[in-house]
């Protein structure tokens, strides 16, 4: 569950930070726009900074991370710019989802290690080919 807040906060920060931009683009006062520049910048260095200081490997909730992110930017958009998604957006999101959902689920098990190991394994793979 905690794993799950920290991907639900980074995708917020992430979603939030880009919409404000966004807005911040669209602004006639030069003023407005960089306040709302600097506050979607400061989110997004904070997304970013988040998920470099995370307690976890990012490989491992990376499907986790994207259907999240999908669901959340759905929700902003809706929040931010009053836009439904359409038909398309919404049988493509199944698919995101339900393979965020086949990438998290399936992170943990032996075949999925041996087929994708670690960075460290990796590094250590490729100092034993030298």
């Known amino acids: 569950m905690r794993v799950f807040l920290f991907v639900l906060l980074a995708t917020v ?17 030069s003023l407005a726009r960089i306040g709302l520049f600097l506050l979607g910048g400061t989110l ?12 976890i490997e990012f490989a491992a909730v990376t499907g986790m991370y994207i259907a999240t992110l999908f669901i959340v ?4 958009n809706y929040l931010f710019f009053s836009t439904l998604p359409t038909g ?6 199944i698919l995101i989802v339900s393979g965020g959902l086949i990438v ?19 590094f250590s793979l490729l100092a034993h080919l030298h």
Do not use: C, M, W
């Open 88 to 93: 398309p957006v919404v049988v493509g999101g």
């Open 104 to 122: 998290s689920l399936s992170g943990n098990s032996r075949s999925h290690k041996a087929l994708f190991p670690s960075r460290i394994e990796s």
């Open 44 to 55: 997004l260095t904070l997304y970013g900074t988040s998920l470099n200081l995370a307690p």
């Open 73 to 76: 930017f759905q929700i902003t």
């Open 13 to 29: 920060l992430e979603a939030v930070g880009d919409a404000i931009v966004r807005v911040a683009l669209h602004r006639p006062s």
